[in-house]
């Protein structure tokens, strides 16, 4: 078995699944989506039936599932159970609906399957872009201020720029609004509980079905927080700004100003924002803006090369984290409970 970082084909939700996407993802990123209307592109993906696919290496044209059939923990790192994470890029021509995910436990006890907690990082932002992040009810229960029809009046809007980082935790209400291209890390689940969806009808005529009573079930309306500045530490090659550490998923940005080694024993997911070189043993691979790569666990010896930023994505290890980061850990979100 001879492993290699994997570049990844992404798959696409568009048209009717994604009647607010827009056309970002093809004319801005130059994404291979299939039409204007593309609201999703799902990076690195196991969802049936939305699997990315690989794109390079002896192993090109595989889907993910194969791969880690093939490779197992080498690849992921991680012993038994479902894929546990999900990279997309979003774009919204149209606001997404309100919604909440819940936590590990309510989904296994009502879909069978996991919860999800997510982050958003603003790639592009039109002139008073916003998101939903959280509500408030100035005291009143959630179930009556919606039942009354005035749930819209109780949602907190964020203007949004590039660079933005937000932390949504399980039974944060959200929704990213109109004009708006974001990555988006979060476990590897499509459970959305629609709170409200603006009460638009398409093309059918019908609106789109909404779960409010599983919605409020898990809703925490006392979640009220910021968006998140991250803290940053020096490194051989650069530095990196570590935004959240859950326990679901680690995010960061590496500041590439050189040649920054990667650690080994943990699946990465790599975004550059811009051109870099990855390497391992005697091999090297060219990187664009936002191609996403998967890094294997068991990969050693791998190093970016260039002068960009690249965000990366991967499971946990908060004891080591905090351990690096000291009294600084308080500024990484999830990170110190």
Partial sequence: ????????????????????????????????????????SLEISALPGHESMVANGVHAGKPLSRMIELWGDALTGH????????????????????????????????????????AWIILNAEPGARIVYGVDTQGEPLEKVVAEGRIEDCLRWKNVRPGDVYYIPEGMVHAVGEGILCYEIGQSTDINYRLWDWGRVFADGKPRELQVEKALDVCRSDLHLEKNEGTTVLCRGGSRTYYICDSHFELCRLNLSGNMPLESGRMLFLTPMGPCTLRWGDDEMTLDAFDSVLVPAGLEGVVLEGDTKVLVSCLPDREKLIAELGYRAENVAGLVQ
Avoid: I
């Fill in 1 to 40: 078995m001879t492993l290699y970082p994997l570049l990844m084909a992404p798959t696409f939700r568009h048209g009717e699944e994604t009647p607010w996407g827009g056309h970002m993802l093809r004319d801005t990123l130059m994404k291979d989506a299939p039409d204007g209307a593309t609201g999703e």
């Fill in 79 to 118: 012993t038994g159970g479902e894929f546990p994470l999900l990279l997309k890029l979003l774009d919204t021509l149209m606001p997404l609906s309100v919604q909440v995910h819940p936590d590990d436990a309510y989904a296994a006890k009502h879909e069978n399957k996991s919860g999800k907690s997510e």
